[in-house]
């Protein structure tokens, strides 16, 4: 073959290669755009049920933490004394936390199932030379935020705050306390660690010295913690009063504090003078915004009391001193325009001993549900009922057979009521209800429902 030739072989090779290499391109170019069929698989969802197996957890306060106990570290809060805690339901566990300084009883832990009435309480009596009084309280749930009302840090009072972690890693808590000029300087709260297992108290003293009227706003990170309270006051070298201030939870335009009372033993509570002696106080803040506020008794008839109104500065504490508390009324209810928390200062005067009691807000009971409360010794019932409907309450003993006592709440009324220390109630119609201690001092505190859980979660697999 020539030269020629062979040259002329190979460039019509390379020419049709490059034809073929070409119509192959276009070829998958034109196929890729052009749809090809498919199947097509809708995800399928799957419905969890998160809440089986899991638990509910309640931490109470402790032993009363004293403080400047201590006279070498003033500034320290000392647990003295045995708080008895009364538990309504069936645990299936009862811890302890740690507490940084030793003395007194330490705050007990009560797990139970997420599905079944479970609550718990505690209460102490103190009579040393430097406290005197009723404490009493609600043990609680672990939560990010949470706010405390109450106290004060004037000359003779002390205030401590008391936060609990029963979780597995430590919280971080930023505490910030308000006043009636606005929230404390910055620069004065701060972040206090909380290992695991374990309970810090803190003086409130040292947070804001020399304030009248407190309120506390807690806000965890790294787990959920628990917050109380711890107020005492002396007068002249002696001690008249304590008490353990229950927390409670977002800011609300209506407040309903079941137990509220005022008592004086001495004929009455007013002498002479137009007002009590020592008059209730209803203490309100209004986080974010301004506005204003209406505050009224109610009895057990069902009767209303117009106690004031409360002009409301956004960040500022602000207090109501009615002259009179009416006779007979059992609790408070607040309306505001914007969202708001509070407590309720009484008062129980009995021969030479004073004491006082901050209640807390309650969480409203919805109605036929059955709702465990934990009534502590020398305790009773107080149930509100704000609708407009009357409404009928059983309360029963847990996990007893005995018929259930009904108790009748007329509409806008606050009842009492005596109950078994594990005692379910469960209402017609929703309510609100506090126990009340007013024999030989005064305490309270709020019964407040589980919180709720979302029980299912979707799942869609592929």
């Not at 190979?10 to 749809?35: D, K, S, Y």
């Not at 201590?70 to 538990?87: E, H, K, Q």
Request: a negative charge; glycine letters at 10%; charged letters at 20%.
């Amino acid at each position: 073959m020539s030269q020629r030739s062979e040259v002329l072989r190979v460039g019509v090779r390379a020419t049709v290669g490059l034809l073929v290499t070409g119509i192959a391109a276009t070829a998958i170019v034109l196929l890729g755009n052009v749809p090809l069929p498919g199947v097509e698989r809708t995800p399928l969802a799957m419905t969890v049920d998160t809440s089986q197996d899991s638990e509910r957890t309640y931490v109470c306060a402790g032993s009363f933490a004293e403080l400047g106990a201590d006279p070498t570290r003033s500034g320290v809060a000392v647990p003295l004394g045995t708080a008895a805690v009364t538990i309504a339901g069936d645990p299936t566990e009862t811890t302890e936390l740690v507490r940084q300084e030793e003395g007194g009883s330490a705050p007990a832990v009560v797990q139970g199932p997420a599905d079944a009435p479970l609550v718990a309480a505690q209460t102490q009596r103190l009579s040393t030379p430097t406290l005197s009084g009723l404490s009493a309280s609600a043990c609680t749930e672990p939560v990010n935020e949470q706010w405390l009302v109450g106290g004060s840090t004037a000359v003779g009072a002390s205030s401590t705050l008391s936060l609990g972690n029963p979780g597995q890693v430590p919280a971080t808590a930023r505490v910030t306390v308000y006043d009636a000029e606005g929230p404390v300087d910055a620069g004065q709260t701060t972040g206090v660690l909380v290992p695991p297992g374990s309970e810090r108290t803190v003086s409130l003293n040292g947070y804001a010295a020399d304030r009248e009227q407190l309120a506390v706003r807690v806000v965890s990170t790294g787990a959920t913690v628990t917050a109380t309270m711890g107020v005492s006051q002396i007068e002249t070298l002696d001690p008249f009063a304590v008490d353990t201030v229950t927390r409670q939870l977002e800011p609300q335009s209506t407040l309903v504090i079941p137990g509220v009372t005022n008592i004086y033993d001495h004929v009455d509570n007013h002498g002479d003078q137009e007002g009590d002696y020592y008059p209730v106080q209803v203490r309100l803040l209004a986080p974010d915004a301004s506005g204003r506020a209406t505050v009224r008794a109610v009895d057990k008839k069902g009767e209303s009391t117009e106690l004031g109104s409360v002009e409301l500065e956004a960040g500022a504490v602000a207090e109501l001193r009615p002259e009179r508390w009416p006779e007979g009324a059992n609790a408070v209810i607040v309306e505001a325009d914007v969202p708001v928390v509070g407590g309720v200062l009484g008062t129980a005067v009995r021969d030479e001993d004073r004491d006082y009691a901050w209640f807390a807000p309650g969480g409203e009971i919805p109605a036929e549900t059955p709702t465990a409360a934990a009534v502590v010794s020398g305790g009773g019932l107080v149930l509100v009922n704000p609708g407009a409907e009357d409404a009928e309450a059983e309360i029963a003993e847990a996990g007893s057979d005995d018929e259930p006592r009904t108790v009748k709440i007329p509409a806008g009324a606050a009842v009492t009521s005596r109950a078994p220390a594990s005692a379910e109630i469960t209402s017609t119609a929703p309510i609100f209800v506090g126990v009340r201690m007013a024999r030989n001092g005064i305490a309270g505190y709020p019964v407040l429902p589980a919180e709720s859980r979302s029980g299912e979660l979707t799942v869609y697999t592929r």
